[in-house]
């Protein structure tokens, strides 16, 4: 079974830049599509960024252009560099996890249902 751990989520102030790490243990996360959904207080979860593992990415309308997401494999660990950070960036941050086919429609992968993995989160504060 795959399992999910996160961590770098702190305080940071607007304009500043994060790391978030997120290092997968279990089973190898190959073939796995890896992604990124935060929760703000009082807010749904939110599609951040998925990377496939044909290594395709794809972000929100929100963090395009901002927040990178990227992968080592020998590592089993994901990352989301996230840049130009704002007050309504401020959330609650998982990681979560998909088994990644071909034929799968990639719109799929931007809606928590498709994900069965997930980890516990780590909290991004950003101060104005």
């Known amino acids: 079974q795959l399992q999910l751990v996160e961590s770098g989520g702190r305080l940071v102030r607007a304009g500043g830049s994060l790391r978030l790490s997120c290092v997968a243990s279990?089973?190898?996360?190959?073939?796995?599509?890896m992604a990124w959904f935060r929760q703000a207080p009082g807010k749904e979860r939110e599609f951040v960024t998925v990377?496939?593992?044909?290594?395709?990415?794809y972000y929100g309308d929100s963090v395009k252009g901002r927040f990178i997401i990227s992968r080592v494999n020998a590592m089993n660990t994901v990352y989301l560099q996230m840049n130009n950070l704002k007050p309504e960036d401020t959330a609650l941050y998982f990681c979560?996890?998909?088994?990644?086919?071909?034929?799968?429609?990639?719109?799929?992968?931007?809606?928590?249902?498709?994900?069965?993995?997930w980890g516990q989160g780590t909290q991004v504060t950003v101060s104005s």
């Open positions: 990377l496939r593992w044909s290594g395709a990415s």
């Open positions: 279990g089973r190898t996360f190959r073939h796995y599509a």
């Open positions: 979560a996890a998909a088994r990644d086919y071909e034929s799968n429609n990639t719109d799929s992968y931007f809606f928590e249902p498709s994900y069965n993995v």
